[in-house]
Structure formats: structure tokens, C-alpha cells
């Protein structure tokens, strides 16, 4: 695996779970949660760095402008041509849709390139407990869900 796409093969890893991509999907379109940022959690935990509130933030702040200039439009539009019955179009767009967060994944990775290994043991919870305090949803039950898929990976 190349060290430029490790975040990005991670998190299609997580995506191809049927069970991870409803819950991401549930909590993005209902709560405002962005995935990238919760595969980047996962990754970082797997690599035994810790996130913590400012870690969380700075990363939110680097990739906010680009995910509501870029990725959400992008959704959007593939999401009203496809209710349009425009479905190339909408398959071309997924496309662009998909190389503006594998983008996101990139930023995320290399943000967080030089930060140490921290400590083994359950960086998981950790990480993702951090990342739903950011988000506002420690107790949401679709949240739980996920994090037990995660886990379970």
C-alpha cells in the first residue's frame, strides 16, 4: 500500500461494510457529520496516534472550506440528477464527487503525518469519543451503531 493513499484504502475498507456506509450516510445526512473525518479518527487510532479536542477541530477547520464548497455541492447535484432520471450524469459526478474527498482524505493524511504514536490500547473508543463530543452525539444511538461496526473491523 502506498504511503499516499493509506487513509484513502482505509476508509474504502470501512465503506465496503454495508452496515459502517448506512450508519456514515444516516448521521451525514441527519446530524451533519462529515465521514472522512470519522474514517481519519478510525485510521489514526489503528496507528495508535490519539486525537484529542484541538486535534479534532484542526483537522475539521483544514477540510470545512472544500467540504462545503466542493464535496456537498457536488453531492447535492448528484443526488438531483439522479431524482431527474439523469443517471450518466449522475454517475459522472459521483465520480467527481469521489475525487474531491479521496482530496479530503489526502489533506487528512498529511495533516496528520508527524504526529507521534501516543499509546496502545483503545484508541478506538478514544478517537471516536473525541470525534462525536466534536460532533455533538455521544449518546446517538445510529453513532453507537457505528462505532460498534468500526470496532468490528
Request: hydrophobic share 40%.
Amino acid at each position: 500500500m502506498g504511503q499516499e493513499s493509506q487513509l484513502w484504502d482505509y476508509g474504502c475498507s470501512l465503506w465496503e461494510n454495508t452496515h459502517i456506509r448506512d450508519s456514515f450516510l444516516k448521521l451525514q445526512d441527519e446530524d451533519g457529520i462529515n465521514p472522512l473525518l470519522v474514517m481519519a479518527a478510525s485510521w489514526l487510532a489503528s496507528r495508535q496516534i490519539k486525537l484529542n479536542s484541538v486535534r479534532i477541530a484542526e483537522l475539521s477547520n483544514r477540510i470545512s472550506p472544500w467540504n462545503d464548497q466542493v464535496v456537498k455541492p457536488l453531492r447535492n447535484a448528484r443526488r438531483f440528477a439522479r431524482v431527474q432520471g439523469q443517471h450518466k450524469l449522475a454517475d459522472d459526478i459521483a465520480q467527481a464527487e469521489l475525487d474531491a474527498e479521496k482530496k479530503v482524505l489526502q489533506w487528512l493524511q498529511d495533516a496528520t503525518s508527524s504526529w507521534k504514536k501516543t499509546e496502545a490500547g483503545a484508541l478506538l473508543e478514544k478517537n471516536l469519543a473525541i470525534t462525536a463530543e466534536f460532533y455533538d452525539l455521544p449518546h446517538h444511538p445510529t453513532w453507537s451503531e457505528l462505532e460498534q461496526w468500526i470496532s468490528q473491523c
